[in-house]
């Protein structure tokens, strides 16, 4: 690997979606193909429609072809895919990891027993956790725009139960660290928000700000390396990052923040998980089984997460 140059392995994601065609459309760019090495792991090339596969050619790792089947063909394809990239990342043969959208269905259908990446990331790489961080540096209302998630892929009505001190504490921390190592935030500010409406307005709506929040905000700021703004009422916290106020917001469960930098950050979102030992990002959106092959798929979001990936490596050096 060059000194200078970051080496990059993008997965496809299902052949079924938009990510042979966002990963081609993007590698294709001179922009990106100028600043790393990429090496693109998926089905045989062969065996994919010849309008997504990457030209000019990039080094391509086969996990198997691809012979549009259903979902635990897919599923198994893109599963293997991304074990392959932990693999590589893990080895040192690649510095960062970008993951095309998969099929949590599929995933599901090939025996994976994982609600998505972000958990299979976790258990193949053998940290004990990791907190999935979405971000947009440039916003519809000015911005940046990072939200980290305390829980991802469950119900809401399990959230409640999930959530005690020791997660909040542990999963924030680990936010911040990933903005000073990969963002270069000296000493990140966070800003917590409410689990419960007007953040449970002194008890009357709810009682995990007092119970959680608050002792968790406590222990994190004693640690020192790091500021607590406060806990915040969620309908108002995410101005304080747009305005920067903060550097980040601790949301308590996936859709309350996702739904707001979905909607601020249009196809400038992207997904990080911090925690691993190596930087991986992803696009904000899924496989859009209903615009595959239309031509009508925006890879604005993947080549935000390729020039994430590019830069959170080239701070890690």
Not at 45 to 70: F, K, Q
Not at 215 to 241: H, M, N, Q, S, Y
Request: hydrophobic share 45%; net charge negative.
């Amino acid at each position: 690997m060059s000194a200078n140059r970051p080496r990059i392995a993008v997965t496809l994601g299902d052949p079924r979606g938009i990510g042979p065609e966002v990963v081609r459309a993007t590698l294709e760019d001179p922009g990106v193909r100028g600043s790393a090495d990429f090496v693109v792991v998926g089905p045989d090339p062969e065996t994919l429609h010849p309008d997504v596969r990457i030209r000019p050619a990039v080094e391509h790792i086969s996990v198997g072809p691809w012979s549009c089947g259903g979902d635990a063909e897919a599923g198994d394809l893109s599963g293997r895919a991304v074990e392959t990239g932990i693999a590589m990342a893990l080895a040192g043969e690649v510095d960062g990891l970008v993951t095309a959208p998969i099929s949590k269905a599929a995933l599901r259908a090939a025996g994976y027993d994982y609600p998505g990446h972000t958990e299979l990331l976790r258990d193949r790489c053998g940290v004990p956790d990791v907190t999935m961080v979405m971000a947009a540096e440039e916003t519809a209302l000015g911005g940046p725009l990072r939200v980290a998630l305390l829980t991802v892929h469950v119900p809401l009505r399990s959230v409640p139960d999930l959530l005690d001190v020791e997660l909040v504490v542990r999963r924030s921390t680990i936010a911040a660290r990933a903005l000073r190592e990969w963002w270069g935030i000296e000493r990140p500010r966070l800003a917590l928000a409410g689990v419960n409406p007007h953040a449970s307005e002194q008890g009357l709506f709810g009682d995990e700000e007092e119970r959680i929040l608050s002792p968790a905000a406590d222990r994190l700021a004693a640690a020192g390396d790091l500021e607590v703004v406060g806990i915040f009422p969620a309908d108002t916290v995410f101005r304080k990052c747009l305005d920067g106020t903060v550097d980040a917001v601790i949301v308590p469960y996936h859709d309350v923040g996702l739904a707001v930098l979905k909607t601020v950050a249009g196809d400038a979102g992207i997904n990080v998980t911090a925690g691993l030992p190596f930087p991986r990002t992803s696009p904000d959106h899924g496989t859009a089984f209903d615009i595959a092959g239309l031509g009508l798929a925006d890879p604005s979001s993947m080549k935000a997460a390729v020039s994430a990936c590019i830069r959170f490596c080239g701070a890690g050096r």
